[in-house]
C-alpha cells in the first residue's frame, strides 16, 4: 500500500504569491507522479504529470521531482484567485494499475 | 476523444437500500476502469479497478460491489447502504499502457439518511 502525505493546509496567499504545495510518498519504487486540482464539488482534474527528477514547468505550474528523497512538490506563480481548489497529489509504480492520492491541500488565493 | 458519463448525479437514499451507480466511456477500447470514492473533506479511496469485461479487482472489503458487463461499461451496486457509504464517487478511466494517468468523470454524489 503505498503512502502519499500532503501538507494539510488550507494554505491561504496572496493574489501574485507562489504557492508552494508538498507531498511525500513512501514507495521508493514509485516512477509516476501527478498532481490533479479539485475544485469545490467537482472532480480532479489532471495539471501536472512528472517521471524524472528535476523541475517540469507548464505555464504558471512547475512541478518539482526528488526520487532520493521521496519527495515531490507544486509551484504556483502569480496566484490568482481561480487558483482556489484543493491540490491532490497522486504516485503510482511501475505496472501499476492503481493510483494512490494524498488527502489533498486546499489553496485559497485572496485578491 | 475519451467521454466519461456517470448517472445519477445526485442522489440521496435511505439507510438499508439498494444502489446502483453507472458509468459508460465514450471513443476508447478496453481502457483500464476505476472507481474511487472520496467522503467528505477527505482523499480519495480507490474501490474497485477492472482491466477488462468480467474482471474486477477489490480494493477494500466493504459492502459495495462492481461489475463490468461491456467494455465500456462499469457499475458500482449495493444491496443495502449504510451511512458510511455517504460520499462521492468518481469512476475513472486509466491508460492501458505507460504512465497511469487517469480521467475523472463528473462524479455521482450520494447521501445516506
Known amino acids: 500500500q503505498k503512502e502519499v502525505e500532503q501538507n494539510s493546509g488550507p494554505l491561504s496567499v496572496p493574489e501574485g504569491a507562489i504557492a508552494s504545495l508538498n507531498c511525500t510518498y513512501s514507495?521508493?519504487?514509485?516512477?509516476?507522479f501527478f498532481w490533479y486540482r479539485q475544485y469545490s464539488g467537482k472532480s480532479p482534474e489532471l495539471i501536472m504529470s512528472?517521471?524524472?527528477?528535476g523541475d517540469k514547468e507548464d505555464g504558471r505550474f512547475t512541478a518539482q521531482l526528488n526520487k532520493a528523497s521521496q519527495y515531490v512538490s507544486l509551484l504556483i506563480r502569480d496566484s490568482q484567485p481561480s487558483d482556489s481548489a484543493t491540490y491532490l497529489c497522486?504516485?503510482?509504480?511501475?505496472?501499476?494499475?492503481?493510483?494512490?492520492f494524498g488527502a489533498g491541500t486546499t489553496v485559497t488565493v485572496r485578491a | 476523444s475519451q467521454t466519461i458519463h456517470q448517472w445519477p448525479a445526485t442522489l440521496v437514499q435511505p439507510v438499508g437500500s439498494p444502489l446502483s451507480l453507472e458509468c459508460t466511456v465514450e471513443?476508447?477500447?478496453?481502457?483500464?476502469l476505476y472507481w474511487y470514492r472520496q467522503a467528505a473533506g477527505r482523499g480519495l479511496q480507490l474501490l474497485f479497478y477492472?482491466?477488462?469485461?468480467?474482471?474486477i479487482s477489490s480494493e477494500v472489503p466493504q459492502n459495495l460491489s462492481a461489475s463490468r458487463p461491456q467494455d465500456r461499461q462499469f457499475i458500482l451496486s449495493s444491496k443495502k447502504l449504510l451511512l458510511s457509504d455517504s460520499g462521492f464517487y468518481l469512476c475513472?478511466?486509466?491508460?492501458?499502457?505507460?504512465?497511469?494517468?487517469?480521467?475523472f468523470g463528473a462524479g455521482s454524489r450520494l447521501t445516506v439518511l
Open positions: 497522486a504516485v503510482n509504480g511501475p505496472n501499476d494499475y492503481k493510483l494512490s
Open positions: 512528472i517521471y524524472s527528477n
Open positions: 514507495d521508493r519504487g514509485s516512477q509516476s
Open positions: 477492472s482491466v477488462g469485461i468480467g474482471q
Open positions: 471513443g476508447t477500447s478496453n481502457p483500464n
Open positions: 475513472a478511466i486509466g491508460q492501458v499502457s505507460g504512465a497511469n494517468v487517469l480521467t
